[in-house]
C-alpha cells in the first residue's frame, strides 16, 4: 500500500492513534489540517501546546482546571458537606450542567477496571477517604455520581465497604427511565428500578 | 452552561471545528490530549507543525505530496501518456491501492459544486488543459476517476466539453455492483449500469 508524503503519513499515523479516529477519518482530517489557512493550524498547536502548561489538577478534589484549589472548591457559597464523586472531569461538567448540585466534587480520575487493570490505588480513592475522615465542617452525605455500569457499579461498592465505617450518609444517582424513553423498549433492571424509585405525586 | 478552564475549552472548541468531530468528541479527545504523555502530545505537536512545511503541490499533477514534481510525475517507469483525473490527493491515494493503474495523476482539487460556489475556476483544470495540448509524448487517454454523485457527474460533463476538442480518448471508471452488494438491495440506476457493462465470460 503505497503511503503518502512522509509529513502526511506521519500526521495521520498520530491522529489514528486518538480515541474514536480510525484510518480513514485520520486521513480526512490530516488533509483538512493541511487545506485550512496556517493561522488556523497554528491556533489548534496553541492549544495543544497551552493544554499542557495551564491545566491543574485540584488539590483538593483533583478535577482538571484553570487553578488549585478550582473554582467550585474555592467557591464558599458552595455546600462543602456534600461531596458528589464522578469518575471524570467531564461527568462533573454534566452534572454543573444541571444546576441541581450545590455541593462540591471528588473526581476519581477512572472507575475500577479488574480487566484493564485499573484498581483502587490507580484511583483518587485515598484522598476521598481522608477528605471524609478530616473535613471540617463534617461531610454529611457523599452521592455516588457513577455510570451504571459494571466498572461504576463495581466501584460503588468497594468505595462503600471504605467509606460505610466513617459513619457518612451514601447515597447513589437515582436509576430510571430517561426522558423520552419507551416503555416497550426499556430493559428489564432500569423499568424495575423506575418502578422501586416511584415517587408520590 | 457552566465551562472548563479556558485552556481546555479552547482546545474543545478547536477541536470541534475540525469535520466530522462534533461538541461531544472535542470534548472526549480533549481530556484524551489533556491526560497523555507530553511525549506524544509532543509528537502530535510536531507532526501537525511539520504538514504546514514539508507539504508541497505538484506543479505537473497538483498532488499534495513531499516533493515537487512528486514521485509519480517523476517516475520514469509510469506511463505518461494516460492521464487519471481525480478530486483528491485522498483518491489518487485509493486509485494507487489497487495497483491497477499504471500511468499518471491529475488532481482537481475538488469537483464542480454551483450550491458551494465552486466553479471551474476554483479547480485545476487550466493546467489538465494545458497538460493534454502541450505534453510530450502525447496524451493517449485521460480517465476520470471522479465519485459517481452529482458534484462528480456534472465535473465530467464539464471536463468533457473542455477536452472533446483535443482528440483526446476520454473514459470514465465503471459503474456496477461493488463487492459482496446484494441485488436485492442496490439501487436501479446501479443494476442499470451493472446490466449495461456487463462482461463476457
Redo the contacts between chains.
Keep these: 500500500?503505497?503511503r503518502?508524503?512522509?509529513?502526511?503519513q506521519?500526521?495521520i499515523?498520530?491522529?489514528n492513534?486518538?480515541?474514536?479516529?480510525g484510518p480513514k477519518?485520520a486521513?480526512?482530517?490530516?488533509?483538512?489540517?493541511?487545506r485550512i489557512s496556517?493561522d488556523?493550524?497554528e491556533?489548534?498547536?496553541r492549544?495543544?501546546?497551552?493544554?499542557?502548561?495551564?491545566?491543574k489538577k485540584c488539590s483538593v478534589c483533583g478535577q482538571?482546571?484553570?487553578?488549585s484549589p478550582c473554582g467550585i472548591c474555592a467557591n464558599d457559597q458552595r455546600d462543602h458537606g456534600q461531596i458528589c464523586v464522578v469518575a471524570?472531569?467531564?461527568d462533573l461538567?454534566a452534572i454543573?450542567?444541571t444546576s441541581e448540585f450545590h455541593g462540591v466534587y471528588h473526581v476519581l480520575g477512572g472507575v475500577l477496571n479488574p480487566i484493564a487493570g485499573v484498581t483502587g490505588e490507580d484511583l483518587n480513592v485515598g484522598a476521598l477517604v481522608t477528605r471524609v475522615q478530616k473535613a471540617t465542617p463534617k461531610i454529611t452525605e457523599v452521592i455516588f455520581g457513577l455510570n451504571p455500569d459494571v466498572e461504576g457499579e463495581t466501584t460503588i461498592l468497594y468505595l462503600t465497604k471504605l467509606l460505610r465505617p466513617l459513619n457518612v450518609k451514601l447515597t447513589r444517582l437515582a436509576r430510571g427511565l430517561p426522558l423520552g424513553a419507551n416503555l416497550e423498549y426499556a430493559d428489564e433492571v432500569t423499568l424495575g428500578d423506575a418502578l422501586k424509585g416511584r415517587r408520590t405525586l
Tied chains: 1, 2.
Design positions: 500500500m503505497p503518502y508524503a512522509d509529513s502526511i506521519a500526521l499515523d498520530r491522529l492513534r486518538l480515541p474514536g479516529i477519518s486521513e480526512r482530517l490530516a488533509f483538512h489540517l493541511i496556517d488556523e493550524r491556533q489548534l498547536v492549544a495543544l501546546s497551552n493544554v499542557k502548561h495551564n491545566v482538571l482546571s484553570g487553578g471524570e472531569t467531564q461538567a454543573e450542567r
